[in-house]
């Protein structure tokens, strides 16, 4: 039995800039509004396999963490950034970002892509559920635009 969830009509969104260094469009500074795709599947317990209130808690805690944020990876080989004082200072392909700390999201990955960050969003949300003996896997789309999206899938208690 699987669950799905709709972020665009479920409310699990937010927005957030990031750069992609590798590629030429998106290495510059820009922004999206995300929505996540989330699906569960697993063995119903009395009747379901998992609160919708309690995954939507659960991805709004992860997700809320990046709303409105500057999203970098801290797993980059391109991107390097040092933060202190208040102030990150983020450098990559010559270019030096300079911004309050508090607008600052740092997440561990390689890069802020949807791909990226549908791996980090199911890996969290995993961590989450993993004493949901039932939930037997997840996964996570992270949509730049209605349709537009990468998806991650984690297998759990098998």
Request: hydrophobic content about 35%; aromatic content about 6%; glycine content about 8%.
């Amino acid at each position: 039995m699987q669950v799905k969830m709709d972020g665009w009509q479920a409310g699990l969104r937010f927005s957030a800039a990031h750069f992609i260094p590798s590629h030429n469009k998106c290495s510059r500074l820009h922004g999206h509004d995300y929505a996540i795709m989330v699906r569960i599947w697993g063995d119903p317990v009395d009747g379901i396999v998992v609160d919708y209130d309690d995954i939507s808690r659960d991805v709004m805690s992860i997700i809320g963490k990046m709303d409105h944020k500057l999203l970098i990876p801290t797993l980059s080989d391109i991107i390097s950034h040092k933060c202190s004082g208040g102030v990150c200072e983020i450098s990559y392909n010559n270019k030096l970002i300079s911004v309050s700390e508090s607008d600052v999201c740092l997440c561990e990955t390689r890069s802020s892509s949807s791909e990226d960050l549908s791996r980090y969003i199911s890996e969290q949300l995993a961590g989450k559920l993993k004493d949901m003996k039932n939930v037997k896997g997840l996964e996570i789309g992270v949509q730049e635009g209605p349709g537009q999206g990468a998806y991650s899938e984690v297998i759990m208690n098998d």
